[in-house]
Structure formats: C-alpha cells, structure tokens
Nanobody
Framework: QVQLVESGGGLVQPGGSLRLSCAVS????????MGWYRQAPGKQRNLVAR???????NYVDSVKGRFTISRDNDKNTLYLQMNSLKPEDTAVYYC?????????WGQGTQVTVSS
C-alpha cells in the first residue's frame, strides 16, 4: 500500500504564492506518472497538473503559466509551485499517481485564496 502525505497549503491573498509538497511512502514513486488533483466544495476532484516519470509536464488551461509541478525521485516527493493565485484556485489539493494508485488517497491540503 502506498501512503501519500500532502502539506504546504494555507490561506493566501489573491496574487500570492504557495508551494505544496507530497511525500510518497514507497520508491515505486519513481516509476509512476504523478499528478496534483484538486477538489473545490461541491465539485468533482480533477487533475490539474501532471508529470511523467521522465519529467514531462502537462497542465490544465486554468493553471497553465501559474503552476509548476516537479518531482524529486531521490526523496520520493512531488511538488506544486503555485503563483499568481486566484480565488478560484481555492480547493483541497491532493497528489496521486495518474492513474491513481490502488490505495486510499491522502488527506489533502487546503488552499484558500481570499482577501
């Protein structure tokens, strides 16, 4: 079973920045394409940024140019640098493989963008 622990969320003003981290419990991390997902209240959880096991990245249009996904395979850690945050970025952010591991999701980390 894979454990996923997200951290780094918080309350930030519009235009601010946050850096999320995700610690993955097993070294199989390096073999998998990984992603950051987010779920706003009353909405589905959606993939917003993806990185392949070789480091190629993809983003949904709404975060392109503002978010940067990266990974450190030596530390089994996934990152999401979020800049120029907007109120519509408010959500719980989760990391997981793409497609997701056959293990429970982590608890996520809350990001709230508000003045």
């Amino acid at each position: 079973q894979v454990q996923l622990v997200e951290s780094g969320g918080g309350l930030v003003q519009p235009g601010g920045s946050l850096r999320l981290s995700c610690a993955v419990s097993r070294s199989i991390f390096r073999l998998h394409n990984m992603g950051w997902y987010r779920q706003a209240p009353g909405k589905q959880r959606n993939l917003v940024a993806r990185i392949t096991n070789r480091g190629s990245t993809n983003y949904v249009d709404s975060v392109k140019g503002r978010f940067t996904i990266s990974r450190d395979n030596d530390k089994n850690t996934l990152y999401l640098q979020m800049n120029s945050l907007k109120p519509e970025d408010t959500a719980v952010y989760y990391c997981n493989a793409d497609p997701p591991f056959a293990s429970p999701w982590g608890q996520g980390t809350q990001v709230t963008v508000s003045s």
